[in-house]
């Protein structure tokens, strides 16, 4: 018997009058179509599990249709949009159906009636597996005219088709298959690790204040495990940055292992051998560490059972308690604005990001108020575009079509047999997290990440997809501006950059209980010493005007250069608002490291308020009867064999052809891949490949190489003040993408780009410092400004048409007003350490504040607003 595969469909009513004809002769109905089936081949993702546009599953009524061509899934309104761009016509829709199994009593009978499932198939349901019982369905859909063919069905179809759809049927879904690929996981054991050889230079690494030390950059840094060198990495599309002196060093020193700094944890770290070109293991990493001042193992002593041996376990249980609401009957919320994001395992960090920013009226309107043009205008392959991925879960949390409220036959049913069951279900977002966290070793990992860290990845990812388009991440960007004192002239200066959050720290000493904070620590002393359990712990109480105090107060420039004294001096920096963002993000700087190493959040409760008045901060610009600094830079050291490094530098640069000619076999044509490894710097095939999968859709991507020039014909050595000419580069694409992300021109940002030698930082700098009009003056001076993760250096610029949005083109868009708030978000951090612990977040929303706790959302009784981690505040109406 045939069945219909979509019943509202206006074709099926002729369907049925065909299908006696269809079963007679099979092989002859799929002839025509036979060339579009394939066969899944190693590396095909078969998307049986979700819907590329929504999350319709199996499991869904209209169940889901994969296409035996691309083996992407399509719920039942999508299906038709895919049908109608490729003209693919064969899909295999898969069903399944779910009954809870029940006992004669009215219990459950934990048994299934039809083994016969999908492999693989993930549950869309937090249910116990074995309380349900299965009956899956497949069978093949023919488009336009949607003929269908019960499956299996072997003696009547061609081999070629049964093997495609047995192939489809069997195969792991496409993110069960990825992670035991992943990047953590598929990672071997460095063959240098044991018999590593580390120099007895007496180096000690400090847990924090690092910088590179040939270029000083402070992001990115990697540790040599041989002799201790401290040095930045490459920057890459994903946009982490630096202007790869650890490689460099590498091909100096041979010293082969490196650990990046800021991912050192009880539990490991990422190690990178530059000799094996690929990310390894070094299981003797604590040593190594050691060896340098780092004990890894004393981070956070655990027993044999994985719990923590420290005596103070219930300032964290009742941090999770109380943020949790723990205790409380809350009432579960349904409808538009209150679906839930499922957790998939370490996954909470993204799920509350995700929320707050879909509770933002510009994210809304961008992606799910032009849902249907992103749809229609959407890749072959929408499972790698962000665009369509961010509209999938923004409709998907706004929508309401995955909250919905229990039935009340079956509340009353629930009532009846004396048992509750969460209704919320949630939805997952696998396919955005995997598209997100491509080619990124912490987010790509399935451990927990820092939630502040990830909210900056994802400004980042939005500023980079929205060229040409409205960028709703606008309404973050503010401008900082920072005066710079030199401490003996009392001469100034002035500068401003961009910022999307502000960090305010916690003042210990500024504590309203200061008294019996100070009574604890005697008596917690005294436990120690006597081997008695430790006394019930005390929370600091820090007012929120003291945090914002501490944020405005001076404070000293390390490696302070003064061009008036054109010597190393003292150096006093203050910031101070150049424009309020129409939302402004507050982050409480509650993690730090101890001089042992040890990572401590400090537990803290600050008394946010509900409304913040900032105006006083606002920037006031060079005042009267200040003197600015003099406009130089300080003189550039040149290393003793400046004739070899300057060699060096004009030299061609190698391409792997290994690495070229593996990516060629995969298709890609040759003079892309010979520009992918040589814009990811000759580090591997892999690296090379996710270049690839960024630039695919540029003009340009299968052109030949343009490889740089000897010397640029830029500003002569005159115009620099150590009278050395300035060497000339072609700058790299995605460098020049970032820059024009945030509305530079690319002319701008190209002569930037070669100006600084591709240094984004000082790119930026250069930018603001040398308006288009003046493309041939000398590069602009960072010397009075400590080095900043995303510094503009704004001299002399302090007009509001700098500031405003429709003012210079060449300058970033920023939407000022006035700096009045008021609180309409916070997350918070359990655990006590952001790469553990759990995240969750309350939003207001209609007037009540809501809790939105992984796939539980309900109206919160006491939020938690002292001890959240990241605030988010909105711009209150001048009126």
């Not at 210990?508 to 620590?521: C, K, M």
């Not at 003189?635 to 030299?651: A, F, H």
């Not at 916070?826 to 992984?854: L, P, Q």
Request: proline share 7%.
């Amino acid at each position: 018997a045939q069945r219909r595969a979509a019943p509202e469909a206006p074709q099926h009513c002729g369907a049925r009058s065909r299908n006696a004809k269809m079963a007679a002769d099979l092989g002859e109905l799929l002839v025509p179509y036979m060339p579009t089936i394939r066969v899944p081949r190693t590396g095909d993702r078969v998307f049986k599990s979700e819907c590329a546009f929504s999350f319709d599953s199996p499991e869904s009524e209209g169940g889901l249709y994969v296409c035996m061509n691309t083996f992407l899934g399509f719920g039942r309104e999508h299906v038709e949009r895919h049908y109608r761009k490729t003209g693919q016509s064969v899909y295999m829709h898969l069903k399944r159906h779910v009954k809870e199994v029940r006992a004669a009593g009215g219990g459950t009978i934990p048994r299934r009636r039809n083994g016969k499932v999908f492999l693989d198939l993930e549950l869309n349901r937090d249910f116990n597996g074995e309380d349900y019982e299965y009956e899956d369905e497949a069978k093949l859909v023919i488009f336009p005219d949607h003929f269908e063919i019960p499956l299996p069905n072997i003696e009547e179809l061609p081999a070629l088709v049964t093997i495609a759809c047995d192939a489809v049927l069997n195969a792991p879904s496409a993110y069960k298959k990825q992670e035991p690929e992943s990047w953590e996981e598929e990672i071997q054991v460095s063959r240098h690790a044991r018999s590593l050889r580390q120099l007895d230079n007496g180096v000690r690494i400090p847990p924090s204040g690092w910088k590179c030390q040939k270029c000083e950059m402070r992001e990115n840094l990697w540790l040599n495990l041989t002799d201790g060198a401290v040095l930045c990495g490459k920057w890459f599309f994903d946009g982490s940055g630096g202007n790869g002196h650890a490689l460099e060093h590498y091909r100096e020193t041979n010293y082969p292992l490196a650990v990046k700094l800021d991912t050192i944890t009880p539990d490991g770290a990422d190690v990178y051998s530059f000799e094996e070109e690929e990310a390894v293991l070094d299981p003797h990493v604590s040593e190594h560490l050691s060896h340098f001042g780092i004990d890894m193992l004393q981070m956070q002593k655990r027993t044999e059972n994985g719990h923590h041996t420290d005596n103070k376990p219930r300032p964290r249980v009742s941090e999770w308690e109380v943020i949790q609401e723990s205790g409380m009957k809350l009432k579960e919320v349904y409808g538009s604005g209150y679906t839930g994001i499922k957790n998939l395992g370490n996954s909470c960090y993204l799920s509350t990001v995700m929320q707050v920013l879909f509770s933002i009226p510009d994210f809304q309107r961008m992606y799910v108020g032009n849902l249907q043009r992103i749809f229609d205008y959407s890749p072959l392959d929408p499972t790698q575009d962000f665009a369509t991925q961010m509209a999938k879960l923004g409709h998907g949390l706004l929508s309401g079509q995955y909250s919905k409220p229990p039935m009340k036959s079956e509340l009353i049913e629930q009532v009846m047999k004396e048992e509750y069951k969460h209704q919320q279900k949630g939805i997952s977002a696998r396919m955005l997290k995997a598209l997100v966290s491509r080619g990124h070793p912490e987010f790509s990992s399935n451990r927990q990440q820092d939630a502040h860290e990830f909210l900056l990845h994802m400004i980042n990812l939005v500023e980079r997809n929205s060229a040409g388009s409205e960028n709703p991440s606008d309404v973050f960007r503010f401008l900082v501006e920072e005066r710079v004192q030199c401490c003996q002239t009392r001469r100034v200066r002035y500068t401003q950059r961009v910022d999307y959050c502000i960090q305010l720290p916690a003042p210990f000493e500024a504590a309203s209980n200061r008294e019996e904070l100070l009574a604890y620590e005697v008596k917690r002393k005294e436990a120690e010493e006597n081997m008695r359990p430790s006394p019930e712990p005390v929370r600091a109480r820090i007012p929120f005007t003291a945090c914002l105090q501490a944020f405005t107060e001076p404070e000293n420039v390390p490696d302070f250069w003064s061009s008036a004294l054109q010597a190393k001096s003292a150096g006093v920096k203050t910031s101070r608002f150049a424009s309020f963002p129409e939302y402004l993000v507050v982050q409480i700087k509650k993690f730090t490291f101890g001089v042992d190493w040890v990572p401590k959040k400090l537990d803290v409760a600050i008394d946010v308020p509900d409304f913040l008045d900032l105006n006083r901060l606002r920037a006031t610009g060079l005042q009267a009867g200040e003197e600015e600094l003099p406009d130089l830079m300080p003189p550039i050291v040149l290393p003793e064999d400046t004739r070899g490094m300057l060699n060096q530098l004009l030299k061609t640069p190698e391409i792997d052809e290994a690495a070229v000619m593996q990516l060629a076999e995969m298709g890609f044509p040759l003079e892309a891949c010979r520009k992918a490894v040589y814009y990811t710097g000759n580090m591997g095939p892999e690296m090379a490949f996710n270049w690839i999968i960024a630039h695919m859709e540029e003009p340009d991507f299968a052109e030949p190489l343009t490889l740089p020039s000897m010397i640029d014909p830029g500003p002569s050595a005159g115009d620099s003040p150590t009278g050395a000419a300035l060497l000339g580069n072609s700058p790299p694409e995605e460098s020049i993408a970032i820059l024009t992300s945030m509305g530079f021109p690319r002319t701008h940002s190209i002569h930037a780009l070669k100006a600084t030698n591709n240094n984004l930082e000082r790119a930026l700098d250069w930018i603001f410092t040398h308006p288009e009009e003046e493309e041939s003056d000398a590069l602009s001076d960072m010397a009075d400004t400590e080095p900043n993760d995303n510094a503009f250096s704004n001299a002399n610029s302090h007009s509001d048409s700098t500031l405003s949005p429709d003012g210079d083109a060449s300058g970033p868009r920023v939407k000022d007003g006035p700096g009045r708030y008021e609180l309409f978000a916070f997350i918070s951090h359990m655990g006590a350490s952001t790469m553990s612990g759990h995240y969750v977040c309350h939003i207001k929303k209609e007037g009540r504040w809501v809790i939105y706790n992984d796939h539980k959302v309900c109206l919160s009784e006491r939020p938690p607003k002292d001890l959240g981690y990241i605030y988010f505040y909105h711009r209150l109406s001048s009126s």
